[in-house]
């Protein structure tokens, strides 16, 4: 009796496969049929396929690799910096020589991740801007041990800084305006604020639809508004108040048009109210008008825009929590809505219903409202400030409530202000804020950034570090947002719900840049995904998603299977069938996409039932495998319909006629005995039966 040991290799993803020792009396075995050995694999077990041998026709793989696809593609410009650099190989890898193999990126090694054939360079970085890049990657191994004699090469180049020139801030989303008409957005989507027609949050800038015409943006707590060039108004989030101004109470995630007036000119969003000028210098308000924030002399709320008087000549707009601020073209000063602490700046703590003048002042140049406070700027450049001053955000040295204007101590020269907004535990520039009020940013001539609030010392201005040459500034529900002259986005505060934009959810004390590189591209959940029945087994197809290097398939006997109740079948092609199933039960069926960035959502759940009497697959009789020792043994053992340990891996008649074609031809397989761990076909071109070795 002689002894045969045979071993091959398989994905990492695998324990390392060994066959066990088989002994064959009075049967020879060639060198071909041992070669032959090496490069066959079992379905869900090495990445084989539809639970058949992978070499097919007993032909031995000597075809070194040969990369199918990159990303970025050969010759590819203006590619986005976070873009993953991508080899996809042309067969299933070796995962062991896949990522050991060499990766340079302009001369440089890189870091490399890998999953099925596909190889991810540096996949944690990433790429610096306006750069050419050449990758080359050497010493590739097939899982059949061929190498490639030659590097493979290609190059691409990134796109300049992405450029941003408009930015808001809401409760706790952003909104950017860049150079070329495109909208972007990031943080909270819970009521589809974002606009991008999901309720995800977003990390990072997310783009809002195709248009290229937008021309300006205002963001409320829970709700966006826009205009575009044409002078048409748009709206979209929460719509609780009627504050979106479509006629109705129903929220939008998408943008929607208001109206068909084309001359609108201006627009202010509050917590639940939005103002907006037309070009004929009229004013116009909707939403939320409990305190009278609308200012048409009602408490009722408007879902449509309402006319505010009939003045012509208004000029500025702000809209805080509960009041609203307004500039005319004369330099005087208005407000009207709630009053409580002061906000309103006309001495009393009395709401009022339509617009109040503050003072006789003529010499008011721009405006904005916080949660409770205002704040403004006069021609010569001194800020003003009146409401609540819990937090010291009027910064006159007190934390008095002020209900007239008081200039702030030692800031002149401001360009521009922010009022900003936060509630109860919210957290600015690091500190949490125990009560109800605001803050205030402040830019200087000079680009400078200055702060009042809860983080700077009663009333005392404070300058943010490393922020110069900033253009614009904004303020939300805890985070501060400002615009850089060379087009960067930096952003600071509360980080909940990714408002920041850089990626994370991190709570930041000092300003961060926003990750404003085109969004990762998670690949598209599978489409036309099907499911065929066939005897003891199922068949699943599906269609390329986009941005997709692999697929894996997670199936079932519950019908609300997921990726983490099913039975995972990993690098999957379609289409896929997964043999071994118990007869006459329906299977239900999900297929998730991959790439570099990570898992797709699922695709549609779908099922068949399968057919066939339980057994042998067709023939009654119950087949094993060959004993493999796999590292994934009870995935192959579900695979295949089995169970793992000493009595090997359970197959249908099909899977141990397939054996037998492919290295005993001639040899036929009964379709009534029951077979045991180590045999498939035996000598004498029979199946061998319980307690019997070849």
């Known amino acids: 009796m002689s002894i045969i040991k045979v071993g091959w290799t398989v994905p990492t993803h695998f324990k390392e496969a060994k066959m066990r020792n088989l002994t064959f009396p009075k049967v020879s075995m060639s060198v071909t049929a041992l070669a032959l050995l090496t490069v066959f694999s079992v379905a869900g077990c090495g990445g084989g396929g539809n639970g058949t041998p992978t070499s097919g026709g007993g032909t031995v793989d000597t075809t070194p690799p040969t990369i199918a696809s990159t990303v970025p593609a050969n010759g590819a410009t203006n590619v986005a910096v976070n873009s993953i650099v991508t080899a996809t190989f042309s067969e299933t890898m070796d995962s062991t020589s896949l990522t050991s193999a060499n990766y340079y990126i302009n001369g440089v090694t890189a870091n490399v991740s890998s999953k099925c054939s596909s190889a991810f360079l540096d996949p944690t970085s990433d790429l610096s801007p306006s750069t050419s890049y050449t990758v080359t990657i ?206 309103l700046g006309d001495g009393t703590t009395t709401n009022k219903s339509t617009p109040t003048q503050i003072g006789t002042g003529t010499n008011w140049s721009a405006i904005s409202a916080g949660y409770s406070h205002t704040t403004a700027l006069k021609s010569d450049g001194t800020l003003w400030a009146w409401g609540n001053n819990g937090a010291g955000q009027l910064g006159d040295g007190t934390s008095t409530n002020r209900s007239t204007p008081v200039q702030a101590i030692g800031l002149t020269g401001v360009a521009a202000i922010a009022a900003g907004r936060y509630t109860v535990g919210a957290v600015f520039e690091g500190y949490t804020v125990g009560n109800t009020g605001g803050y205030t940013v402040v830019l200087k001539n000079d680009g400078t950034v200055w702060t009042l609030g809860p983080s700077t010392g009663v009333g005392i201005p404070s300058q943010v570090g490393g922020l110069t040459g900033v253009t614009a500034v904004a303020d939300g529900g805890g985070h501060a947002v400002v615009l850089k002259s060379n087009g960067t986005v930096w952003a600071w505060g509360n980080n909940s719900y990714g408002q920041l934009g850089d990626g994370t959810t991190t709570l930041r004390s000092t300003p961060v840049q926003v990750n404003f590189s085109s969004p990762t591209t998670i690949a598209s959940a599978p489409a036309g995904v099907t499911a065929a029945a066939g005897s003891s087994q199922i068949t699943v197809a599906w269609s390329d998603a986009s941005g997709a290097t692999s697929y894996d398939i997670y199936y079932s006997t519950s019908p609300s299977v997921s990726t983490t109740t099913g039975t995972k079948v990993t690098c999957a092609t379609s289409p896929y069938t997964i043999k071994g199933l118990t007869a006459g039960v329906t299977y239900y069926v999900i297929v998730v996409a991959s790439n570099g960035y990570g898992d797709s959502t699922p695709s549609t759940i779908v099922n068949a039932t399968t057919t066939g009497t339980t057994g042998g697959g067709g023939g009654g009789g119950t087949y094993y495998w060959a004993n493999w020792d796999c590292g994934s043994s009870s995935q192959c053992a579900s695979l295949m319909g089995g169970s793992t340990g000493s009595t090997g891996l359970l197959c249908t008649l099909d899977d141990c006629n397939a054996w037998k074609s492919m290295y005993f031809p001639g040899a036929s397989c009964s379709t009534t005995a029951t077979y045991t761990k180590r045999e498939s076909v035996g000598k004498n071109g029979v199946c061998n039966k319980s307690g019997v070795d070849f």
Not at 138 to 158: H, I, Q, R
Not at 185 to 191: E, I
Not at 244 to 258: H, R
Not at 288 to 315: C, E, K, M, V, Y
């Open 138 to 343: 050497t010493g590739v191994k097939d899982s059949a041990g061929n190498a490639s004699a030659n590097p493979y090469l290609w190059t691409f180049s990134t796109s300049s800084p992405v450029i941003a020139k408009v930015i808001a801030a809401g409760g706790s989303h952003t909104i950017a305006l860049k150079i070329d008409g495109t909208l972007w957005a990031w943080g909270n989507n819970s009521v589809g604020q974002l606009g991008d027609g999901t309720l995800t949050n977003k990390s990072t800038p997310t783009p809002i639809g195709t248009a290229t015409n937008w021309s300006a943006i205002a963001a409320g707590d829970l709700h966006t508004i826009a205009l575009k060039t044409d002078g048409t108004l748009w709206a979209w989030g929460w719509n609780g108040n009627g504050q979106l101004g479509d006629g109705t109470l129903t929220n939008k995630s998408t943008p929607t048009q208001i109206g068909t007036a084309t001359n609108w000119s201006a627009i202010a969003a509050g917590s639940a109210h939005t103002i907006a000028l037309k070009t004929d210098g009229t004013l116009w308000a909707w939403g939320n008008n409990g305190a009278g924030q609308l200012g048409d002399g009602t408490s009722t709320n408007r879902s449509t825009p309402t006319q505010i008087g009939t003045a012509t000549n208004w000029s500025a707009i702000a809209a805080g929590d509960l009041h609203t601020t307004a500039l005319k073209t004369d330099g005087t000063l208005w407000a009207w809505g709630y009053n409580l602490d002061g906000q």
